[in-house]
């Protein structure tokens, strides 16, 4: 009988204090495939951000070897839910020998990471001139600040069609952009804030290039043949009506951006809002 009333006293929640700086504890995990997770965490109260925008985050380094200090490693995620939402949501590369994600992939249900409260970024409706019609182009984890814009009121106020590229080696890399966009079929708060039916501005459109898949190729191979106008039953984009974000590798960044100059498109800043915006998913 003492045994266990020791045993529930024992159990009782203690209130947990935040052993890093700028701590936030997960309270969500998934794994995509062998080299994607996704995860959610709490939110600062304090923190503030555009939809598209990325943080630092991280965990505490390895103790040095000399001195038994450890110091935080810190990398730029985009977030990837929308600014409204009270947790904050990263899509995450697992790179076998990288220095954060092969530890951060490890990450649990109740761990605490380092998330440094000062979003930055050009992927921010701010920076874009009014238009039509709004291109969202994403390789890889380059999806994730079009997780957080596709979740975004103000995309389905700004514009009539929002369009959402996404090109992966493989098919399974593909699940997490296809099941955000599903869910938003089915999110009641989205459908309530927005406007019944909001999703059917969406035309989304996934490709692979290195398995086979309903759509495969490069997009930039679909946009030189103009297939993926004529598949999305769209007019090639036009300075008049089309908007673009573009987020992916350096290449892959390079290329559109050729493409969307040969369009007549203009590059955007926050301070010079213009027709396109682009910015990297990672450092190569
Ligand atoms: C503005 C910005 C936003 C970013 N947002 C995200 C994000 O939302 N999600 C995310 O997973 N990463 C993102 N990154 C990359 C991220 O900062 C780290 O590079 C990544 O987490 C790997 O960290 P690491 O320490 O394990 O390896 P690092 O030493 O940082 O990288 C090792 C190598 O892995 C490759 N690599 C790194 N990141 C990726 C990636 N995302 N996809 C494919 N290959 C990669 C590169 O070849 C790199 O040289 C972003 C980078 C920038 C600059
Ligand atoms: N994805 C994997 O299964 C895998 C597995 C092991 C290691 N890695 C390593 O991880 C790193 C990143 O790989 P990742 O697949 O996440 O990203 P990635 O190399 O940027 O490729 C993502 C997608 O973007 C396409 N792409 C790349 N450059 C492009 C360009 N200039 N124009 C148009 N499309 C372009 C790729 O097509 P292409 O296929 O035609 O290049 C691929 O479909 C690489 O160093 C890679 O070697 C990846």
């Known amino acids: 009988m003492t045994e266990m009333t020791t045993v529930t006293e024992a159990a009782a929640p203690a209130p947990k204090l935040p052993t890093l700086p700028d701590a936030q504890t997960v309270t969500e995990v998934k794994h995509w495939t062998d080299r994607l997770f996704s995860f959610r965490c709490t939110r600062p109260a304090s923190l503030r951000f555009r939809s598209g925008e990325f943080v630092m985050i991280g965990l505490m380094g390895d103790p040095d070897p000399k001195t038994g200090k450890q110091k935080p490693l810190l990398r730029a995620y985009s977030i990837a839910s929308p600014s409204w939402d009270e947790e904050l949501e990263f899509y995450s590369i697992k790179v076998p020998d990288g220095p954060l994600t092969s530890k951060l992939q490890h990450i649990q249900v109740g761990d605490e990471i380092i998330l440094r409260p000062k979003p930055v970024g050009t992927l921010v409706h701010d920076a874009l001139l009014p238009g039509k019609r709004i291109w969202f182009f994403a390789t890889g984890t380059g999806f994730a600040p079009f997780a957080s814009l596709l979740r975004e009121p103000q995309t389905y106020e700004d514009y009539d069609e929002v369009i959402i590229t996404h090109t992966c080696r493989e098919v399974g890399e593909l699940q997490y952009s296809h099941d955000l966009i ?33 759509k495969m190729g490069r997009i930039t191979d679909l946009m030189r043949s103009g297939k993926v106008f004529e598949d999305l039953g769209v007019p090639p984009i036009n300075p008049q009506d089309d908007r673009a974000m573009v987020c992916g590798n350096l290449a892959f960044n390079l290329d559109i951006k050729d493409l969307l100059e040969s369009y007549g498109l203009e590059e955007g800043a926050n301070s010079k809002p213009a027709q396109y915006v682009v910015e990297k998913a990672f450092l190569d």
């Not at 869910?183 to 490709?207: M, Q, R």
Request: net charge negative.
């Open 182 to 214: 599903e869910s938003l079929k089915h999110d009641e708060l989205l459908n309530e804030l927005i406007g019944e039916g909001f999703w059917k501005k969406i035309k989304y459109y996934p490709t692979t290039t290195r398995e086979e898949s309903p």
